[in-house]
Nanobody, 116 residues
Framework: QVQLVESGGGLVQAGGSLRLSCAAS????????MGWFRQAPGKEREFVAA?????DYADSVKGRFTISRDNAKNMVYLQMNSLKPEDTAVYYC????????????WGQGTQVTVSS
């Protein structure tokens, strides 16, 4: 069982920055693929970024967001710069343990609101 707890969401003006954090349990954290997803009101959940050794990004956030991880602390981060109102969503951290190609565990989410 892996527990994921997100933090760092909030309200920010367009053009501003936020850093999301995700604390994970598990003794083999370094083996997980860690991802960030988001879900805006009335929309489906969408992929934002993922990392195992290097980051992979959705086109909509490429060049503005940076995913990173600290395996010694079981942490994954999402640095979000140049935020836009369309980035407003609940952001979820997820862990893929490599068993079947899908994400196995999800956090409860943290709200990010970008005002224009």
């Amino acid at each position: 069982q892996v527990q994921l707890v997100e933090s760092g969401g909030g309200l920010v003006q367009a053009g501003g920055s936020l850093r999301l954090s995700c604390a994970a349990s598990g003794r083999t954290f370094s083996r997980y693929i860690m991802g960030w997803f988001r879900q805006a009101p009335g929309k489906e959940r969408e992929f934002v970024a993922a990392i195992r050794w290097s980051g992979d990004y959705a086109d909509s956030v490429k060049g503005r967001f940076t995913i990173s991880r600290d395996n010694a602390k079981n942490m994954v981060y999402l640095q979000m710069n140049s935020l836009k109102p369309e980035d407003t969503a609940v952001y979820y951290c997820a862990a893929d343990l490599g068993r079947d190609g899908s994400y196995d565990y999800w956090g409860q989410g943290t709200q990010v609101t970008v005002s224009s």
